[in-house]
């Protein structure tokens, strides 16, 4: 466990096989995990965070984050703030199980999102997960599995060979709208 804290920008390649990096909230960082099944965490400022090699779990919290996952099954978690989310080679998931409210996520349109994926910008994600809460869902062209967690989602997979998976609650789902 490393945690960063105290500086204007912390920049930091991570060579060690699998660790979790925590930037702190009065700083920006650039962390760069280049091996292993790593968990990286930002501040509330604008951070940059890359997975590269590995399953790793890329977590922006707060601030406006370039979020990377590329090679490997990630999940990256945006958070709060208008975020670059691109999962790169792989199957990546793009997830809002921590959000604190339901949301709207949409993969082929990033202006109807709201709350924690308001802003949100998707690349390479092949899934995605919602909240704790009640969230509308949308899918994009490609085929992908949508989760809605708890609450009474609403779901479509907006063409593709989607999954479309409601978990509990009173959901609905769409399949090729």
């Known amino acids: 466990l490393v945690i960063f804290q105290g500086g204007n920008i912390a920049v930091a390649d991570i060579v060690a096989a699998a660790d979790t990096w925590y930037a702190g909230d009065d700083e920006q960082v650039i962390f760069n995990a280049l091996n292993g ?3 990286l965490v ?3 400022l604008a951070d940059a965070l890359a997975g590269f090699n590995g399953n790793d779990v890329v977590n922006g919290n707060g601030g406006n984050d370039l979020l990377y996952g590329y090679d490997g099954k990630d ?3 945006g958070g709060a703030g208008r975020d ?3 999962g790169g080679e792989g199957s990546d998931t793009a997830s809002y199980a921590t959000s604190r409210s339901g949301v709207v996520a949409n993969l082929a349109n990033r202006y109807a999102n709201t709350n924690d994926a308001s802003g949100d910008y998707y ?3 092949e899934h995605l997960f919602g909240t704790g809460y009640s969230d509308r869902l949308y899918g994009n062209s490609a085929g992908i599995v949508i989760t809605g ?3 009474s989602d609403s779901i479509a997979g907006a063409g593709g060979n989607d999954a479309l998976v409601g978990g509990a609650g009173a959901d609905r789902l769409w399949g090729g709208i």
């Open 149 to 151: 967690g708890n609450g």
């Open 37 to 39: 099944n790593d968990t």
């Open 84 to 86: 670059y989310i691109d």
């Open 123 to 125: 690349v390479s994600i």
């Open 75 to 77: 999940t990256i978690i």
């Open 42 to 44: 930002g501040g509330n």
